[in-house]
């Protein structure tokens, strides 16, 4: 599915009926040919904003998946990257695909889950990114994962993301997404282990009101790089949240 190097759809069905550690476990030689990645304009446009307020010495990917959130970040910071996912599998692909050209910013790869993130001591990280993994948390999570990232940032350190706009009611994707979140929804209340992936529960306002309470100053400037939609609002907005 997807192109000729993407996933069958039988592979996407025992990806489905899996863990979400085990589905991705599974998906991970094929992530990269599929729209589960995040576009390289969006990674590339978050990188753009990162170098205007950069540069950082330390950087964190958070559920860095197959690396390329993780590859633009090293182009921001200055001493050391770390790429963290709970995926044995999407780690092994980024560990085979991302270069190490001689003199560039070392990457370490951590198999660990972004709820409890085992840096220690705290404060080891200057900037914290997370590009298209939040739907694999439930809104009673995010609390204690923002609490983990700011835990892992020095004060003033920043937390970084895009939030995409919300679809109009209007638009075929709307219903698309809306009905993906039903299906996936019947499918946990049926069938174990769960798979955790859902588009429709990161809304900005509770996102920014969380991490607000979480110990962080933000704001959420449009990313203008991605656009407008025809009314003239953003199509998507890149979060600052600094360690306060």
């Not at 958070?62 to 780690?91: K, Q, Y």
């Not at 049926?190 to 588009?199: A, E, N, Q, S």
Request: net charge positive; hydrophobic share 45%.
């Amino acid at each position: 599915m997807f192109s000729p190097e993407g996933p069958t759809f039988r592979e996407l069905a025992a990806q489905a009926l899996s863990s979400t550690e085990r589905g991705y476990d599974l998906l991970a030689p094929k992530f990269d040919h599929t729209p589960f990645r995040t576009p390289d304009r969006v990674v590339d446009a978050v990188g753009d904003a990162l170098w205007r307020i950069g540069p950082f010495g330390t950087g964190l990917d958070v559920c860095c998946g197959t690396g390329a959130g993780t590859s633009m970040l090293r182009g921001v910071c200055r001493e050391r990257v770390v790429g963290v996912d709970f995926s044995a599998g999407m780690l092994e692909v980024a560990r085979e695909t991302v270069p190490e050209p001689p003199g560039a910013v070392p990457i370490d790869w951590v198999r660990a889950d972004a709820r409890r993130l085992p840096f220690a001591p705290k404060g080891a990280f200057d900037i914290a990114i997370s590009l298209g993994a939040f739907g694999h948390f439930l809104p009673a999570e995010r609390p204690g994962l923002f609490v983990d990232v700011r835990d892992a940032l020095r004060p003033g350190g920043r937390f970084v993301f895009p939030v995409a706009a919300p679809l109009p009611p209007t638009s075929r994707a709307f219903w698309l997404l809306r009905g993906f979140d039903a299906a996936m929804r019947v499918r946990n209340a049926l069938w174990r282990p769960p798979f955790v992936m859902y588009y429709g529960t990161f809304g900005l306002t509770d996102v920014l009101a969380d991490l607000r309470r979480a110990g962080f100053e933000v704001e959420a400037p449009a990313l203008t790089a991605l656009g407008h939609r025809p009314d003239g609002s953003p199509r998507c907005r890149l979060v600052v949240a600094t360690r306060r």
